[in-house]
């Protein structure tokens, strides 16, 4: 079963930075075909964010192109992501999320295990 532990959120003023992190377990990072961050805002559905596959390729929502960097560190079993320039609207609940499937870098349905989520709350 993979075990995934989310940290870094907080408050944070617009034009402001924070870093999240998730925490993969152990054994697992090679055997999950891709890592995603997904963030849920209060009354919307789910969405896919950034994700990076175990060859390290990425892919970006538009919103956040330019704004944020997916990153992963395999020695540590971490993924980060980097959220710069942030917007009120980038508030919302952030989770980390891991796939088997082949179409993890572009589709949020195909995500099997997930964290339990960090807030990030920007402020105009």
């Known amino acids: 079963q993979v075990r995934l532990v989310e940290s870094g959120g907080g408050s944070v003023q617009a034009g402001g930075s924070l870093r999240l992190s998730c925490e993969v377990s152990?054994?697992?990072?090679?055997?999950?075909?891709?890592v995603g961050w997904h963030r849920q805002a209060l009354g919307k559905q789910r969405e896919l964010v950034a994700a990076?596959?175990?060859?390290?390729?990425?892919n970006y929502a538009d919103s956040v192109k330019g704004r944020f960097t997916i990153a992963r560190d395999n020695a540590k079993n971490m993924v980060y992501l980097q959220m710069n320039s942030l917007k009120p609207e980038d508030t919302a609940v952030y989770h980390c999320g891991a796939t088997g499937s082949s179409q993890g870098l572009s589709y949020r349905m195909v995500y099997q295990y997930w964290g339990q989520g960090t807030q990030v709350t920007v402020s105009s």
């Open positions: 990076i596959s175990s060859g390290g390729r990425t």
């Open positions: 152990p054994g697992y990072m090679f055997s999950v075909t891709a």
